[in-house]
């Protein structure tokens, strides 16, 4: 059984840092993308930044790009987001996810951390 677990979330001045982690257990994810998405009050969730499990290939959100930077641990079974330069806008909460290579929607969630940026 997949378990996505997140941890790192907090309550953060704006212009400062937090990183975000996420442990991935159960399988084996060498063919998956790894994301992160997040959703705030009243609006819909989106989608924050993906990695490739094997590559290492990201990508971004616009509105995140220069800002947050997804990696992984494959030893450690790890995905990480690096997020600084925190803006108010940036308050969610924030969940992993991972879905293999063939399908495009994610079908494993964590239940999330949140994410507090005060101006």
């Known amino acids: 059984q997949v378990h996505l677990v997140e941890s790192g979330g907090g309550l953060v001045q704006a212009g400062g840092s937090l990183r975000l982690s996420c442990a991935a257990s159960g399988r084996t994810f060498s063919a998956y993308y790894m994301g992160w998405f997040r959703q705030a009050p009243g609006k819909e969730r989106e989608s924050v930044a993906r990695?490739?499990?094997?590559?290492?290939?990201?990508s971004y959100a616009d509105s995140v790009k220069g800002r947050f930077t997804i990696s992984r641990d494959i030893a450690k079974n790890m995905i990480y987001l690096e997020m600084n330069s925190l803006k108010p806008e940036d308050t969610a909460v924030y969940y992993c996810a991972a879905r293999d290579v063939t399908h495009y929607e994610y079908y494993y969630w964590g239940r999330g951390t949140q994410v507090t940026v005060s101006s």
């Open positions: 990695i490739t499990w094997s590559g290492g290939t990201t």
